[in-house]
């Protein structure tokens, strides 16, 4: 059973920093592809930053300069680096990723959530 496992999230001052990862653990051959995605209390879930498997990113305008994703293929590992932190940056954060499974075929999950919390 492969499952995406996230850490890193936390309480922080604004203007602090924050590391989020994703590791997928089980049996797989790689990680392809992963997001990052935020849902603050009320609101929809919002994407926040993506990357291919080219590793090309993609960042809402929220976030672009603050924010850089990036992944490990050793480690089968995706990372959510987040810089000066706002108070509005607070929210659940999923990451989920396209990963290739010992079965050879392609799938995607979802990690169980990690809270983020901006506040002085």
């Known amino acids: 059973q492969v499952q995406l496992v996230e850490s890193g999230g936390g309480l922080v001052q604004p203007g602090g920093s924050l590391r989020l990862s994703c590791a997928a653990t089980?049996?797989?051959?790689?990680?392809?592809?992963g997001a990052w995605y935020r849902q603050a209390p009320g609101n929809q879930r919002d994407l926040v930053a993506t990357i291919t498997s080219l590793d090309i990113t993609n960042y809402a305008d929220s976030v672009k300069g603050r924010f850089t994703i990036s992944r490990d293929t050793a480690k089968n590992t995706v990372f959510l680096q987040m810089n000066n932190l706002k108070p509005e940056d607070t929210a659940v954060y999923y990451c989920t990723a396209d990963y290739l499974g010992k079965d050879w075929r392609t799938h995607q999950g979802w990690g169980q959530g990690t809270q983020v919390t901006v506040s002085s």
């Open positions: 089980g049996s797989i051959f790689s990680i392809n592809a």
